[in-house]
């Protein structure tokens, strides 16, 4: 499989949070098709440094390796993007691996990721069933709607959008885009429109969909090429039309 | 009342639907995964899941679909459960629908359905090519709204170490790891459901992702849980290769209407549709494996001599493969650089999915009381081969039966485990990870899971002779010995998934030498179990089930009757349509 050549890694190293960041180098053998990931997995089987020093393997997350988990988001030679899906011939050397930035970095290019999972607990991702008994067909929908809500739905919460958001950050309270196509998502479903409002009013507050500053960076690093901009206009609008109604008291 | 706490361990659709139903029926629940619940390797999932709603007025029903199944998996599967199953499938899907899953629908609005291997009805609902994923992310969200209500509560990032057990050796909760924090911590409950997955990383580079490694199955085992049917491995006939794994290209490609072929005298040569005109393209995937096999090693016809056949789908409507096809062609687009719209993809078998698994019986519990298994990791739906699309199937019913029938059973459960139990079962587990931690030798265990998964690959998946499997046998036993010469590069105490792999890899090894046995000892040829040397299926001596229970000299193999109260095994054949004829 190796046909010669070397590959050359910078990768940004910590031993745990409250350790300081460095920087190691790391040389590979190339093989046709070699992605990001497979370069790792090849230094787990000799973890020495590009100048023969032994190291620690790198820790890094994944799982599916065909970019549909959102596990292995980093930022590759300064873009965020999904590790497995980033093939090393399409990249310039040394290849820099570098954490999110947006994110609580637990060592080397781990990050946590939970503040994610808590922005969908708040809005209300779901659609609230009755519960799990048989009682039925579900609701008919028609193939455009069908299309419409596939595409919000494939997303990954990889964390992308909020790495190129300049209004996330530790010391902002914003939710961000993919809870924000959630909500979008899932007030288009015929029963979960039956809680919309409830979704609208989580976003009505700080941190809500009107902190976005309109900078469109998270529609262009999305993986999976989700329209998380029409997704925010939209959502605006509804908590719009929520908030007059409320006003009004509809 | 006192609570009823469950433990799950694993959060892919078989954990997460067990979580619903055990909340459902009163209990408190905690799940235990080594990744967020969302990041399960049921994303990976493409096609679709089997439901038989006949909604394109074939005359479908869940008998045809029981019979196909039965059929499919050469009779090797117990017909009671099969058949709740498949009973169960058309309610199954309307929740999946009522959960919001984005399911491509007709144009009336209707759930829309397709074709799949081993069937000759639209019986498969699928949203895109991403099935996997959009139902695991509708009952994620379920789960998370339980958790948001204080009925759930998740450790994501957590590895399951072992059970614990009281006195009378029943099962009462688990010991687990912090990922991070390299912490060992005991978890009590009522009982226990593994819902781990399928162990497809002993054979290395896959179709599964990295979790795949059969640990906490193995585990279990080492506890004295029965394994059964190990031998029993799905090679899938069409993936993509790659350094890191082997991606899938799912069977609902060819259910489309893609093809597969290659050149014979400079001639297309569509050999599927040549040796099995009856199902042509969707002829069951051991049988595809076996017939691209064939052609690329013993034919000599693989393109460009290599070992791979095309999969075409460029005389399809671009517009039609997008809308059902999209995910999956995407991933071929990404990682082999080729648009499959324009030119026909380059597909070679590999290994996919686990028929085996822990053994349970009828409610989902293992033969170690209180400990209950659903999805990949236990044996009971697919006999000796699985059809295309009964795997989200198979996840969600085995749930739906664990959930209420662990609770049933912490109900009726008298006894209770002391803390010396738990302080000494404790200790056990943090011994093991400390002897990891101070292992100085020469071997790295990542080139020693490597010179495994290569071993088992070539010589226990597709084709197997006694002679190549003895030598492997032994050679597992070699690895064992080297194993204990680990070196460990990386000691520290902070997330350290070098210790985890490491431990990983013991019971990789365990798994692996439990499948090769009974790779060795069964002498016939039945679902993706293939020897030239025996190539019929044997139903007077081998019409049963493979046990297998662990000593340190090895498995010990013992064999059960297989339940065949509704159909009569009859020889498997998919030149002429034989199974789920309309009568």
């Known amino acids: 499989m190796n046909s010669g050549k070397n590959v050359r890694f910078r990768i940004h190293r910590r031993e745990n949070p409250s350790a300081p960041p460095r920087w190691e180098e790391f040389e590979v053998s190339y093989y046709p098709g070699m992605n990001v990931i497979g370069a790792l997995m090849e230094i787990q089987k000799n973890p020495a440094t590009a100048d023969g020093k032994p190291t620690t393997p790198p820790a890094w997350e994944a799982n599916c390796l065909e970019e549909v988990c959102g596990s292995c988001t980093m930022v590759i030679n300064g873009a965020v993007r999904q590790a497995c899906s980033a093939l090393v011939v399409n990249l310039s050397q040394p290849i820099e691996l570098r954490p999110m930035s947006k994110f609580p970095n637990l060592r080397d290019l781990k990050v946590d990721r939970s503040r994610m999972f808590e922005g969908l607990k708040k809005v209300g991702a779901w659609v609230p069933l009755d519960g799990t008994h048989a009682l039925g067909a579900g609701p008919k929908v028609s193939p455009e709607t069908q299309q419409k809500a596939y595409a919000l739905s494939r997303c990954m919460t990889c964390g992308c959008c909020l790495e190129a958001c300049p209004q996330y950050h530790s010391r902002s309270q914003f939710i961000g885009a993919a809870a924000i196509s959630q909500v979008r998502l899932f007030n288009l479903h015929p029963s979960g429109a039956m809680n919309a409002g409830e979704r609208l009013e989580a976003l009505m507050g700080p941190g809500g969909v009107s902190n976005c500053g309109n900078a469109q960076n998270c529609v262009k690093v999305c993986p999976k090429e989700i329209p998380l901009t029409t997704s925010i206009g939209e959502v605006e609008w509804q908590v719009t039309q929520h908030a007059i109604k409320k006003l009004l008291g509809f | ?583």
């Not at chain 2, 699309?389 to 109900?411: D, H, Q, R, T």
């Not at chain 2, 100085?440 to 990542?446: A, D, S, T």
């Not at chain 2, 002779?465 to 680990?486: A, F, P, T």
């Open chain 2, 1 to 583: 009342m006192a609570e009823t706490k469950i433990i799950i361990v694993g959060g892919g659709l078989a954990g997460l639907m067990t979580t619903i139903k055990a909340v459902e029926a009163g209990a408190m629940v905690d799940i235990f995964s080594i990744v967020p619940v969302k990041r399960s390797h049921s994303v990976c999932a493409q096609g679709g899941i089997n439901a038989s709603v006949n909604t394109k007025g074939e005359g479908d029903s869940p008998q045809i679909h029981f019979e196909e199944t039965i059929y499919g998996g050469d009779f090797l599967g117990n017909q009671l459960p099969v058949k709740g199953m498949c009973e169960a499938s058309p309610n199954i899907v309307y929740l999946l629908d009522r959960m919001g899953v984005p399911f491509n629908r007709t144009p009336e609005g209707n759930l829309d359905f397709r074709r799949f291997g081993g069937s000759r009805y639209h019986r498969t609902a699928f949203a895109g090519a991403t099935t996997g994923q959009q139902l695991l992310y509708a009952l994620d969200e379920q789960v998370r709204r339980f958790e948001a209500e204080g009925k759930v509560k998740k450790y994501e990032g957590w590895e399951f170490l072992s059970i614990l057990k009281d006195g009378k050796g029943s099962c009462c909760g688990i010991v687990a790891l912090d990922l991070i924090r390299m912490e060992i911590h005991p978890f009590l409950a009522g009982a226990v459901v593994l819902a781990t997955g399928g162990p497809g990383l002993i054979f290395g580079k896959t179709t599964n992702s990295l979790t795949n490694t059969g640990g906490a199955a193995g585990s279990v085992y080492q506890e004295g849980a029965i394994y059964a049917n190990g031998e029993f491995i799905q090679v899938h006939p069409t993936a993509i290769s790659g350094g890191d794994k082997l991606r899938l290209i799912s069977e609902s490609v060819r259910g489309e209407g893609g093809r597969v072929w290659t050149l014979k005298d400079g001639k297309r040569w569509y050999f599927l549709e040549e040796w099995y005109p009856a199902y042509g393209n969707l002829v069951p995937r051991d049988i595809a494996s076996r017939a691209i096999y064939k052609v690329c090693r013993e034919l000599g016809l693989g393109i460009d001599g290599k070992d791979q056949v095309y999969l075409d789908v460029t005389h399809i409507d671009k517009k039609r493969l997008r809308e059902r096809l999209g995910g999956v062609l995407e991933i071929y687009e990404k990682f082999m650089g080729e648009s499959p719209y324009e030119v026909p993809m380059k597909v070679f078998p590999a290994v996919h999915y686990s028929m085996g698994g822990l053994w349970v019986d009828f409610d989902q519990m293992t033969n170690i009381s209180g400990l209950f298994a659903a999805g990949e990791c236990e044996y009971q739906y697919h006999g000796a081969n699985r059809l295309g699309a009964n795997s989200l199937l198979s996840c969600i019913y085995g749930g739906m039966i664990a959930g209420p029938k662990s609770v049933e059973f912490v109900k009726s459960k008298a006894g209770s485990i002391t803390s010396s139990e738990v302080d000494s079962q404790v200790l056990e587990q943090k011994q093991t990870i400390e002897e990891i931690y101070n292992m100085q030798g020469v071997e790295n265990p990542h080139r020693l899971h490597q010179e495994l998964s290569e071993m088992m690959t070539s010589h226990v998946t597709i084709v197997r002779e006694n002679k190549k499997i003895e030598v492997v046998c032994g050679k597992i036993r070699d690895l064992m010995v080297r194993y204990q010469k680990i070196g460990l590069s990386d000691t520290n105490r902070w997330a350290n998934g070098e210790v985890l792999f490491t431990r990983q890899l013991w019971n990789m090894l365990v798994l692996a030498e439990l499948i090769t046995l009974g790779a060795l000892q069964r002498d016939e040829s039945r679902g993706a179990h293939y020897k030239p040397g025996f190539p019929d299926r044997n139903d007077e001596e081998w019409l049963k089930t493979t046990k297998a229970t662990y000593t340190s000299q090895g498995p010990r193999l013992e064999y059960e009757a297989v339940d065949i109260q509704y159909l009569k095994p009859r020889p498997r054949r998919y030149d002429q349509a034989t199974a789920g004829v309309k009568k």
